[in-house]
C-alpha cells in the first residue's frame, strides 16, 4: 500500500531481517514508503530504496522487538518442514471460533488449520508463549507465533474421527 492508499498486488522475491525485493508491475519512485502485507509474515512498513527489474527493493522499518520477531518468523519458515509435522492438518469446514483466556477474556478468531494435536489461528491478540487458552472447548496452550496469529497445542489430542468429519481434506 502506498502513501496515497493505493494497494498493488506484489510477490516477494527474497527477503530477510533488513528488506524485501518485490516483484510488482506498479512503478514506485525511490524513497517512497509503503506498507506490504506479506502472507505468512504479515504487515510490514519500510522505504522503496531502490528499483529493480520488474520490481524494487524496500528495506524494513524493524528495530528492537519487531526485528526479532521477524528473524525468528524467517528462521522458522527457512527451517520448517509441513511433511515432517507430528499430525496431518486440516482446513475446517466453520473457521470462526473464539478464544478465551484464563481470566475470562474472550476473541474472535479464525481457525486457519487444525490437526488432532493443536491449530493455527488469525486472531489480533497475540497471548504470551505458554499462555493457557481455550479454542472454542479446546484447553492448550500457545507455543509459537505465525504470521496471522497463534500456535495453539492442544492439552489433550482431538478424536481423529470428529475432526476429518468437520474438516476440508
Known amino acids: 500500500m502506498l502513501p496515497d492508499m493505493t494497494e498493488h498486488p506484489c510477490q516477494v522475491s527474497s527477503i530477510d531481517a533488513d528488506g524485501a525485493t518485490l516483484l510488482c508491475e506498479h512503478s514506485v519512485e525511490p524513497g517512497t514508503t509503503i506498507i506490504a502485507y506479506l502472507e505468512d509474515i504479515g504487515r510490514v512498513d519500510g522505504t522503496l530504496k531502490n528499483t529493480t527489474k520488474g520490481g524494487f527493493y524496500v528495506a524494513f522499518n524493524l528495530t528492537g522487538k519487531r526485528r526479532e520477531r521477524m528473524e525468528r518468523r524467517l528462521d522458522w519458515f527457512e527451517s520448517a518442514d509441513p511433511a515432517g509435522r507430528r499430525d496431518d492438518r486440516y482446513v475446517p469446514t466453520e473457521s470462526v471460533s473464539q478464544?478465551?483466556?484464563?481470566?475470562?477474556?474472550?476473541?474472535?478468531?479464525?481457525?486457519?488449520?487444525?490437526?488432532?494435536?493443536?491449530?493455527?489461528i488469525k486472531t489480533d491478540v497475540l497471548p504470551s508463549i505458554g499462555t493457557y487458552l481455550s479454542l472454542g472447548k479446546m484447553r492448550g496452550r500457545v507455543v509459537r507465533y505465525t504470521a496471522d496469529g497463534i500456535g495453539i497445542e492442544f492439552m489433550r489430542q482431538l478424536e481423529s474421527e470428529k475432526l476429518t468429519e468437520q474438516a476440508i481434506l
Open 99 to 120: 478464544i478465551t483466556l484464563s481470566d475470562g477474556r474472550e476473541y474472535e478468531c479464525e481457525v486457519l488449520d487444525i490437526s488432532i494435536s493443536g491449530a493455527s
